[in-house]
């Protein structure tokens, strides 16, 4: 049974929108800090952005500040990823990722701990 489940994706146009949802298990979207990772092939993964479990104050990778907002609904224990102005440069497979250490704050994995989703694909056409 997958742990992560993600949704949505798909292709725009730049300055388009879309949103990736990743719903978790209670437990796990209680002691985890969530967000996302990204990648390109012939690239090093790339933290989006994450929250911690309590809330606070996000992380975001500099190439989608302003652009890119990640919450969280503790009723549904989902995470969401609204990216709006999207550009070419942002065309990636995204992951959903629950971190227990919490390093995704940084920008960075935390190697074999926590969980991965299944992956999404946002392709944005220029």
């Known amino acids: 049974q997958a742990q992560l489940v993600e949704s949505g994706g798909g292709s725009v146009r730049a300055g388009g929108s879309l949103r990736l949802s990743c719903a978790a298990s209670a437990v796990i979207y209680r002691n985890n800090c969530m967000g996302w990772f990204r990648q390109t092939p012939g690239k090093e993964r790339e933290g989006v952005a994450a929250l911690t479990p309590g809330g606070g104050t996000p992380y975001y990778a500099d190439s989608v500040k302003g652009r890119f907002t990640i919450s969280r609904d503790s009723i549904k224990t989902t995470v969401y990823l609204q990216m709006n102005n999207l550009k070419p440069e942002d065309t990636a497979m995204y992951y959903c990722?629950?971190?227990?250490?919490?390093?995704?704050?940084?920008?960075?994995?935390?190697?074999?701990?926590?969980?991965w989703g299944q992956g999404a694909q946002v392709t944005v056409s220029s």
């Open positions: 990722r629950a971190d227990p250490i919490c390093t995704i704050m940084t920008g960075r994995d935390s190697g074999n701990f926590g969980y």
